[in-house]
């Protein structure tokens, strides 16, 4: 049977020019539901499995925080007393980490930002991109945004999110955007090339949809009962 697709509003927050803006994380949960696709993490273990991809995002960014002298020490999160295996939850930590440090060496990763804060005012739009760096990438030293992604598969929802990350003022000078997507159980990882300058006009349909729903919020807000 199909899981059942979760049905999240987007998140809206007020800029500090004023202005009212989506989360392209939260905005995605829409584009889910709308293109039809799974939740990155379903079933009857979805707490579980989501609590290791957050897990495995913060080891990572702390490790390449660390490696350039951003931080003082990599922090690891500690076991939460809901999942069911201490064992399982260290491995899949020490895999993401060896794992994120490997692409890091092999691609020359050098960090610009990490989960920066950007905003687009003409899409409406707040981004809190995992990675942005430059990188060696096919023979050429260029600038990217990378998100990360510890899911069991990639979708269409993925790659959009990164488009709209590149579209952010702070990242419009990236050459290409990447999906790291890494295997939480064994660590084995890939990069996916997302292209930031085709299909533009499924950031703008994105775009459309957050304005959609900030322009209710602010004039016809849902009644309380």
Known sequence: ???????????CTIGADGRHYVSVTSAMGLVKML??????????QAAIHAAEGTACHAVCLDTIAFMFGWLPEITVPPWP???PAKGRWYDVLTAARDGFAEFVDQYKVEPLAI????????LGLVGHLDLFCKLKYKGRRVKAVVDLKFVAGLTESHRLQVRCYGR???????????????????????????????RLEDVLAVSHAAKLYTWQQTHHPPQKE
């Open 81 to 83: 007393a809901e999942h």
């Open 1 to 11: 049977m199909k899981p059942r697709i979760e049905k999240r509003a987007p998140r």
């Open 168 to 198: 952010l003022e702070g990242f419009r000078d990236a050459t290409i955007g990447l999906l790291y997507h890494a295997n939480r159980t064994t660590g084995v990882w890939k990069v996916e090339e997302v292209n930031l300058n085709e």
């Open 115 to 122: 989960e920066q804060e950007s905003y687009s005012v003409a």
């Open 35 to 44: 293109l039809g696709e799974e939740p990155d993490y379903f079933g009857p």
